[in-house]
Each structure stands twice: as C-alpha cells, then as structure tokens.
C-alpha cells in the first residue's frame, strides 16, 4: 500500500510539497505516521476509541516536529464534513472502511467533497469479484462455491461484511467527480496466510512479487483487495 500510495502522490503533486492528507479510519495509523514522517499535515478519523488510543500512543513515541503535523479524531465517519470544509485536503486516505459501511455511496461522496481539485482518494476494499478465491485455495470448496454469487464474507474477526467490485466503484467514483484513475491489487499471493505468521525472512522478495502482481493483469484482478485511486475533477 505504502508504495502504491507513493507512486500515486509521485505522479500527481511536486516533488517536497506539503500536503493536507485525512485518514479516515486509520486505525493505529500505520499509513497516516508514515505520511506524516514524510513531511505531509495529517490528519486522522478513528470511530473505534481502542484503535484510536494505539494511534495516539504512537504518535506520542515520535518526535516533536512530527507530532506537530498530526491531528487525530475520533469521528465514525459520517459527520466528516462537520469538522472539514470542502476542498480542505490534497489526499484522502480510505482503507480497509468500505467492508462496514452499510451504503457506501454517501461516505465517499462526502470525502470526494473534502478534496481539492487534483487531489487523491485512495480506497482499498474487499475485491468482491475474486470472493471465491481465498476459500478455494484454502481447499473450503463449499465455501468457494457459494462465494461467486455473493457480495459478503466472513473477515477475520469473524464479521459478515462488504465487498465491493471494480465496475461498481468505478461509477460511484466517476459519478462524484473523482473517476478512476489508476486502480492495483493487493494481497494476490499472501491473502491465506495466517494472522500470527511469522514475517518471513525474504520478505522483500515477497514484496517485490505481490508489488508486481498488483499492477500486472490478470493477477491484479483476482486480488483480495483492491486499491482504487481516484482524481478529483
Ligand atoms: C481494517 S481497519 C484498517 C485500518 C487502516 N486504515 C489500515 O489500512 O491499516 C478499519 C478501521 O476502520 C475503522 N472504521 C470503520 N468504519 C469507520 C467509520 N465509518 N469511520 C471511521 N472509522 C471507521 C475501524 O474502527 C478500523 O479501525
């Protein structure tokens, strides 16, 4: 994600400005310190407090001049635009959301709002086209079967939420004035790996595969998730 990001802000803003980034539901705010590291102003949305108080300890760990850069609230989402004007960011970071928004369509209007022209959003959900592929590698045929005709599935913790295909957000995203601009697959090999596996010792090797199965077709297409960059008109 970190790297697709990178290439999408590479590509659209100069090289060394500042820019006004919102994370909304950034969880411990892995991306949003990276950002913020980076020399970026972020600013990050967190309903659930448990996550939010693991963001605030990790900003607390960094120094000054960074945590000066970062502002953290917490906020479900949905009154978003009572805290930010229009216009207000240059890139809008929202991952890994989507899977429990019930209806999505006025969130990311709302966040499509809140963007300056040019300016980025960066969604990854769940690819609702490639649903059967996690249980029919795992060998869960019954599983895989019922997954073709279905728009949920069962997450790790256990939740039946959302999945979202590519034809779809790619008319939600043109029809709020951010059409797509560049989309990538995530997880294309790793997404049966368990929660507690070890971080292997050729990671890098792993990261340079799933980078470019991720913008290659058609391993990017049957990814776990899909990372969609939209433009804002
Ligand atoms: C799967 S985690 C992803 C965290 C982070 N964005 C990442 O990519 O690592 C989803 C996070 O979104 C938060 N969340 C879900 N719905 C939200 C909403 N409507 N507004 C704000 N946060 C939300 C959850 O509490 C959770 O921390």
């Known amino acids: ?51 939010l108080g693991a963001a605030r300890e990790a ?12 502002r953290l609230f917490e906020s479900d989402g949905r009154d978003t635009g009572v805290h930010f004007l229009p216009c207000s960011f240059d ?9 429990y928004v019930e209806l999505p369509d006025a969130l990311l209007a709302g966040l499509a709002r809140m963007l300056a022209p040019g300016g980025l959003l960066s ?4 690819n609702g086209d490639a649903l059967a592929m996690r249980s029919g590698l795992a060998g869960n045929w019954a599983g895989a079967l019922g997954a073709f005709d279905s728009d949920s599935y069962t997450n790790r913790l256990g939740l039946d939420v959302r999945a979202d295909r590519l034809s779809a957000l790619t008319g939600t995203l043109a029809g709020i004035g951010a059409p797509l601009h560049a989309w990538y697959g995530v ?7 368990s929660d507690e596996a070890e971080v292997p010792s050729d990671v890098d090797a792993l ?27």
């Open 91 to 99: 890139v809008v970071l929202c991952h890994g959301v989507l899977m």
């Open 123 to 126: 969604l990854l959900v769940r």
């Open 1 to 51: 994600m970190a790297r697709q990001l990178e290439e999408q802000i590479a590509g659209r803003f100069p090289v060394g400005q500042r820019l006004r980034v919102l994370d909304v539901g950034m969880g411990q705010g892995t991306q949003a310190l990276r950002l913020a590291r980076a020399g970026h102003q972020v600013t990050g949305v967190e309903k659930d407090p448990r996550m």
């Open 187 to 193: 997880r294309v090999f790793t997404d049966t790996a």
């Open 207 to 233: 990261l340079a595969v799933e980078e470019r199965a991720g913008r290659t077709d058609p391993y990017r297409q049957v990814a776990a998730l899909l990372h969609l960059c939209g433009v804002r008109g």
């Open 59 to 70: 900003l607390a760990a960094e120094p000054e001049g960074i945590r000066a850069r970062v």
